[in-house]
C-alpha cells in the first residue's frame, strides 16, 4: 500500500527530507501497491446517481493531481497502482486507464502498462523532460527534485536557490549519468515575441522548454567518438564537427547537429551557436527553434565541415535581457531599424535544406 509522502517525511529536518526525495522513486517502486486517492474526483452526480462515461472523463482530466509535479513519479514508480475517487470507489488500475491517462498526461501507453517500468528506462532524457513541462510544484526548485528518480540520479537538495539553479544542477547530474544527447534539444518559445536574436547557454533554463521534445531520441547511428561533452569550470565543454554558416557576416556562426532523431520521421535536430569573442566562449542562438535535416542532408552539408572535431565552451547564464544583449549578438539591420528573420529560412537551410522546427514559424 502506498501512503502518502506528507505523512512519512519529517520536514523540519532538512536530512531527512533530502533522504526522503532521493529515495522516493524507489519507495513507491518497491511498495506492494499504491493507491491514488482523488479527492475532486466522484463516480456519483449530485443526487448519488452513476456519473455518465462524459462526465467520468471530464472530472477524471480536471483533477488536480495531473498538474503536480511530484505525481509523475507517483504514476510511474508503482508496480501497481488503483484510483480511487473521493468516496473511495475504486476507478480502476493505471493499466485499465492507460488510454485515458495519455490522453490527459502526454504520457504514451507503453510506459504506463504491465512493463512500463522497464520501459521508462528506454525513454530519452527529451521525452522523459516533456512529462514535466506543463507540471507545477508548490516550490520552484521542487520542479527539479520531483524528477530526480525518473533519471535515477542524487544530488543535495538547495531550498532558496531558485528553480532555474536547481533545474540547471539536475541537468549537470544527468550529463554525467546518462549518454543522452536529446538533453540539449529544447526550445524557448517565449522568445519567439522579442525583435533581436535570443541566445543563451546550451542546458534550457526549465523544463517547460521541453514541452515539445517528447519524440526526440539519440540516433542509433551516432558517432559518438565525435560527439562529446562535459562540465568544466569553464562552462559546458562540446566537442563536435561544426558545419560553418557561409551567409554570416556577423560574428562567428556555426550549426551543431546533436544526433538527436524524431521518431516521427527521419529529420536530425541541430543548432545554431555564435563565438561571443575572445577565449573560445560560445552561446546558443536562435534558441526558439531546432535545425532539422535528414541524415543525407546533413552529410552534404558536412563538405563544409571543419576538418576537426574542435571544443566549444558554452557558459551557462540566464537569457540575456532584451537590451543587453554582448555585442556579438546576430540582428539583421534593414532601413535603420532592427528587424528578426522570422519566416525566412536561414543561409545554410537554403543551401542544404536543413530547415526550422515549426514551433518557430506558428
Not at 101 to 107: C, K, L, V
Not at 154 to 178: C, D, H, V
Not at 216 to 237: C, E, I, K, V
Not at 276 to 305: D, V, Y
Given at each position: 500500500?502506498?501512503?502518502?509522502?506528507?505523512?512519512?517525511?519529517?520536514?523540519?529536518?532538512?536530512?531527512?527530507?533530502?533522504?526522503?526525495?532521493?529515495?522516493?522513486?524507489?519507495?513507491?517502486?518497491?511498495?506492494?501497491?499504491?493507491?491514488?486517492?482523488?479527492?475532486?474526483?466522484?463516480l456519483?452526480?449530485?443526487?448519488?446517481?452513476?456519473?455518465?462515461?462524459e462526465?467520468?472523463?471530464?472530472?477524471?482530466?480536471?483533477?488536480?493531481?495531473?498538474s503536480?509535479?511530484w505525481?509523475?513519479?507517483?504514476?510511474?514508480?508503482?508496480?501497481?497502482?488503483?484510483?480511487?475517487?473521493?468516496?473511495?470507489?475504486?476507478?480502476?488500475?493505471?493499466?485499465?486507464?492507460?488510454?485515458?491517462?495519455?490522453?490527459?498526461?502526454?504520457?504514451?501507453?507503453?510506459?504506463?502498462?504491465?512493463?512500463?517500468?522497464?520501459?521508462?528506462?528506454?525513454?530519452s532524457?527529451?521525452?522523459?523532460?516533456?512529462?514535466?513541462?506543463?507540471?507545477q510544484t508548490?516550490?520552484?526548485?521542487?520542479?527539479?527534485?520531483?524528477?530526480?528518480?525518473?533519471?535515477?540520479?542524487?544530488?543535495?537538495?538547495?531550498?532558496?536557490?531558485?528553480?532555474?539553479?536547481?533545474?540547471?544542477?539536475?541537468?549537470?547530474?544527468?550529463?554525467?549519468?546518462?549518454?543522452?544527447?536529446?538533453?540539449?534539444?529544447?526550445?524557448?518559445?517565449?522568445?519567439?515575441?522579442?525583435?533581436?536574436?535570443?541566445?543563451?547557454?546550451?542546458?534550457?533554463?526549465?523544463?517547460?522548454f521541453?514541452?515539445?521534445?517528447?519524440?526526440?531520441?539519440p540516433?542509433?547511428?551516432?558517432?559518438?567518438?565525435?560527439?562529446?561533452?562535459?562540465?568544466?569550470?569553464?562552462?559546458?565543454?562540446?566537442?563536435?564537427?561544426?558545419?560553418?554558416?557561409?551567409?554570416?557576416?556577423?560574428?562567428?556562426?556555426v550549426?551543431?547537429?546533436?544526433?538527436?532523431k524524431?521518431?516521427?520521421?527521419?529529420?536530425?535536430?541541430?543548432?545554431?551557436?555564435?563565438?561571443?569573442?575572445?577565449?573560445?566562449?560560445?552561446?546558443?542562438?536562435?534558441?526558439?527553434?531546432?535545425?532539422?535535416?535528414?541524415?543525407?542532408?546533413?552529410?552534404?552539408?558536412?563538405?563544409?565541415?571543419?576538418?576537426?572535431?574542435?571544443?566549444?565552451?558554452?557558459?551557462?547564464?540566464?537569457?540575456?535581457?532584451?537590451?543587453?544583449?554582448p555585442?556579438?549578438?546576430?540582428?539583421?539591420?534593414r532601413?535603420?531599424?532592427?528587424?528578426?528573420?522570422?519566416?525566412?529560412?536561414?543561409?545554410?537551410?537554403?543551401?542544404?535544406?536543413?530547415?526550422r522546427t515549426?514551433?518557430?514559424?506558428?
Amino acid at each position: 500500500m502506498g501512503l502518502d509522502r506528507h505523512m512519512l517525511i519529517d520536514k523540519k529536518s532538512s536530512a531527512e527530507l533530502s533522504e526522503a526525495i532521493n529515495s522516493m522513486f524507489q519507495w513507491y517502486a518497491k511498495a506492494t501497491e499504491c493507491f491514488v486517492y482523488l479527492s475532486d474526483v466522484s463516480l456519483r452526480g449530485p443526487h448519488g446517481q452513476q456519473a455518465s462515461d462524459e462526465q467520468f472523463m471530464a472530472r477524471f482530466s480536471a483533477s488536480a493531481w495531473y498538474s503536480r509535479g511530484w505525481t509523475v513519479q507517483e504514476l510511474l514508480a508503482p508496480a501497481q497502482l488503483t484510483f480511487y475517487d473521493a468516496a473511495w470507489n475504486e476507478i480502476g488500475d493505471r493499466g485499465d486507464l492507460a488510454s485515458m491517462i495519455s490522453a490527459i498526461t502526454g504520457i504514451r501507453e507503453q510506459y504506463l502498462g504491465i512493463n512500463g517500468r522497464k520501459t521508462i528506462w528506454k525513454a530519452s532524457v527529451a521525452t522523459k523532460m516533456s512529462w514535466v513541462s506543463r507540471r507545477q510544484t508548490s516550490r520552484s526548485e521542487d520542479i527539479a527534485y520531483c524528477m530526480l528518480g525518473l533519471f535515477d540520479v542524487n544530488m543535495p537538495l538547495l531550498y532558496g536557490e531558485g528553480g532555474t539553479k536547481a533545474f540547471l544542477r539536475l541537468q549537470t547530474e544527468i550529463i554525467s549519468r546518462w549518454e543522452d544527447e536529446s538533453i540539449f534539444a529544447w526550445t524557448n518559445n517565449r522568445a519567439l515575441g522579442l525583435e533581436v536574436d535570443n541566445c543563451s547557454g546550451l542546458l534550457a533554463s526549465e523544463p517547460s522548454f521541453f514541452a515539445d521534445s517528447e519524440d526526440y531520441h539519440p540516433a542509433p547511428f551516432r558517432n559518438q567518438s565525435a560527439l562529446r561533452y562535459w562540465m568544466t569550470n569553464r562552462g559546458l565543454a562540446f566537442q563536435i564537427p561544426s558545419v560553418e554558416d557561409p551567409a554570416e557576416t556577423v560574428g562567428s556562426n556555426v550549426f551543431l547537429n546533436l544526433c538527436v532523431k524524431r521518431k516521427c520521421d527521419n529529420q536530425l535536430m541541430g543548432i545554431k551557436a555564435r563565438c561571443r569573442g575572445a577565449c573560445n566562449r560560445w552561446m546558443r542562438c536562435q534558441n526558439h527553434s531546432l535545425f532539422t535535416a535528414t541524415p543525407k542532408q546533413w552529410k552534404q552539408a558536412e563538405s563544409r565541415i571543419r576538418e576537426q572535431a574542435q571544443v566549444l565552451y558554452f557558459q551557462q547564464s540566464e537569457l540575456y535581457p532584451k537590451n543587453n544583449y554582448p555585442e556579438t549578438a546576430h540582428a539583421i539591420r534593414r532601413g535603420g531599424s532592427l528587424t528578426r528573420q522570422r519566416n525566412e529560412t536561414p543561409p545554410i537551410s537554403r543551401k542544404f535544406g536543413i530547415s526550422r522546427t515549426k514551433s518557430e514559424v506558428e
